[in-house]
T-cell receptor, first 115, second 113 residues
């Protein structure tokens, strides 16, 4: 299996632009998670889906962030408009379980830089 | 307040030596605790997952312990290798109407020859 696939691996954009991050979970997994990691705040869970349905989005920092999972094999995290403080590494993870108790497999991450 | 603390913040050891990383948490109600290893520039990789009833769990040279009474966990690395150089993150899952995840800040381990 190829594991969790994320694209792009690196993204540099100017403040105010829209950014879309993409994730393909491991085939057969039914939970998907979006995380953000910064030096200051460490790892933070932004949102997670179970069977394509958002379960907990309390970690989404503000309305500029939105996430969708139109089908079992694809999810997007969108930031509109982007701001310099959104600069971070964004990880996607998937698991075969229905909640956070199951082992999660992380993708390689997308390093976002907003100038 | 639900928190996870880790110590030390960073550690340097000689190759071949053992080391122990600590994790203290105040999360309640507790579901499970896991240790992740994160290499620089990579995503975290799960080392162990421990539930309330488990005291010890091993994964190769990694052994995690859990004391649910004192809310402490440790990760012991035996016969360290250069490839063990990474950040080790303690994560506690909180059981509510839906699960919540609380991350520790991580311990940065450097193994030198």
């Amino acid at each position: 299996d190829a594991g969790v696939i994320q694209s792009p691996r690196h993204e540099v954009t100017e403040m105010g632009q829209e950014v879309t991050l993409r994730c393909k979970p491991i085939s057969g997994h039914n939970s998907l998670f979006w995380y953000r990691q910064t030096m200051m705040r460490g790892l933070e869970l932004l949102i997670y889906f179970n069977n394509n349905v958002p379960i907990d989005d309390s970690g989404m920092p503000e309305d500029r962030f939105s996430a969708k999972m139109p089908n079992a094999s694809f999810s997007t995290l969108k930031i509109q408009p982007s701001e310099p403080r959104d600069s971070a590494v964004y990880f996607c993870a998937s698991s075969s379980g229905t909640d956070l108790s199951y082992e999660q497999y992380f993708g390689p991450g997308t390093r976002l830089t907003v100038t | 307040k639900n928190q996870v603390e880790q110590s030390p913040q960073s550690l340097i050891i000689l190759e071949g030596k053992n080391c122990t990383l600590q994790c203290n948490y105040t999360v309640s109600p507790f579901s499970n605790l896991r240790w992740y290893k994160q290499d620089t520039g990579r995503g975290p990789v799960s080392l162990t997952i421990m539930t309330f009833s488990e005291n010890t769990k091993s994964n190769g040279r990694y052994t995690a312990t859990l004391d649910a009474d004192t809310k402490q966990s440790s990760l012991h690395i035996t016969a360290s290798q250069l490839s063990d150089s990474a950040s080790y993150i303690c994560v506690v899952i909180m059981k509510t109407s839906y699960d919540k995840v609380i991350f520790g800040p991580g311990t940065s381990l450097s193994v030198i020859p």
